[in-house]
């Protein structure tokens, strides 16, 4: 453990403070999500960022090959001995000018940071990289999450790595089979609840608190300094400057959240001269955030958030019986965990919410798979939500945009078949049907 770290509160009518040696997640004192600090004057923090740079040629040592703990003065809670890795971050930053023209952005501007080439092919990891590295820290030996699919697949790999036992909580028939199949597939016990993820999460909190497992969903605040490093990579290859505006995936809202805290510290330590803008796409189907933020004007307000517009919208779900539906599977959340340090972000990153409908998902996904790297539905929200942007003047065509694809395009196979072969959109590209004769076969690719 190091003294260089501990755990806030982030209600400032509480501020408590714990050391790193807990595994708490939830402030004992008022109920609050918790933040990883920092004393910065205990850590040895490069004089630029691009000091940096020099560990690209370590690729021997097993920390500086991490794209998390290549950067680990900055997510400094655990001595190198704990630090878990098993090659997340090896990503790319793509620089592509098709997807822009389908936006109306100019060549050169637009950049797709592609996480699915993470060992389980998500995000996900760079988060699990540095939760389960503070588990080895305090001793946990069960692990365990409720999952939309990506978080199941991320910590059944990583739990097996570190030898600790892992169950994962999915909803009933609401998780894609390419992230289902690598839960189980990594050795994890899978347990399938009759309801939905909020459901889950709701279970997953009282199941670790009752048994004493080590609780993987981003509420845990050291999963949320391992996404951070997401930010990190991005700036790193753009030449150690960063972008005008980030644009990522809403969901349970742990990505935002830890962007909004990188870019504040790296202010903060001077090591980033300004702060990009970020825009946060929800699907319409699951548009919590949009809501509150753009009707209800719920808004950070130096930490003072008015619960009481939190408390009567989830009522109403409740009176409702609502149910999150989108084929965007990983971001199908109606009650986000990390609200409060999304609005965080939000007045941080000076950020804008928007929402997008699954026709326009799997029409942005279609291109980005014709033209990039293909990605899952979830991080087409974000190529969904920049053309929206863009149509609204929100974001200047000449601007420097870098929109962050969660996961892998095998991740949810369904969406993308059925959207093509059943041709459910412009850019569908359904399979042609041909008889058993080579002169027709011919004709069919000629035509």
Known sequence: MTDAAFQKCINPDCAAEFDCGQAIFKC??????????????????????????KRWAGRDNRLDFSGVWRFRELLNFCPDKYKVTIGEGQTILQQNDSVAKYVDMKPGRLYLQYEGLNPSGSFKDNG?????????????????????????????????????????????????????????????????ILGDFDDCMRHVQDVCTKLGLYLLNSLNPFRLEGQKTIMYRIIEQMGWTTPDWIVVPGGNLGNSSAFGKAFYELKQLGLIERIPRIAIINATGADT?????????????????????????????????????????????????????CLRTIDICNGVVRAVTDEEICDAKAIVGKYGLGCEPASAATIAGLKHLRAEGVIAADERVACVLTGHPLKDPGVTVNYHKEKQGQFSNAPVEAPNKLDEIIELIKS
């Open 28 to 53: 004992p004192q008022c109920g609050e999500l918790l933040d990883a600090r920092y004393n910065w004057d205990k850590i040895e923090v490069p004089g630029k960022f691009s000091d940096l740079a």
């Open 128 to 192: 699990m990289a540095a939760a389960f590295s503070h588990a080895k820290m305090i001793g946990a030996s069960s692990s365990a999450c409720a999952s939309t699919g990506n978080t199941s697949a991320s910590v059944a790999l990583y739990a097996h790595s570190c030898g600790l036992k892992c169950t994962v909580l999915i909803g009933s028939g609401r998780i894609a089979f390419g992230k289902l199949s690598q839960a189980m597939d990594y050795g994890a016990q899978t347990i399938q």
């Open 289 to 341: 955030l949009t809501d509150l933020v753009n009707n209800k004007k719920l808004t950070w307000n130096d930490g003072k958030v008015d619960q009481k517009i939190i408390d009567d919208y989830y009522a109403d779900l409740t009176a409702r019986n609502f149910s999150p539906h989108t084929c965007a599977s990983a971001i199908e959340i109606s009650r986000p965990v990390n609200l409060k340090k």
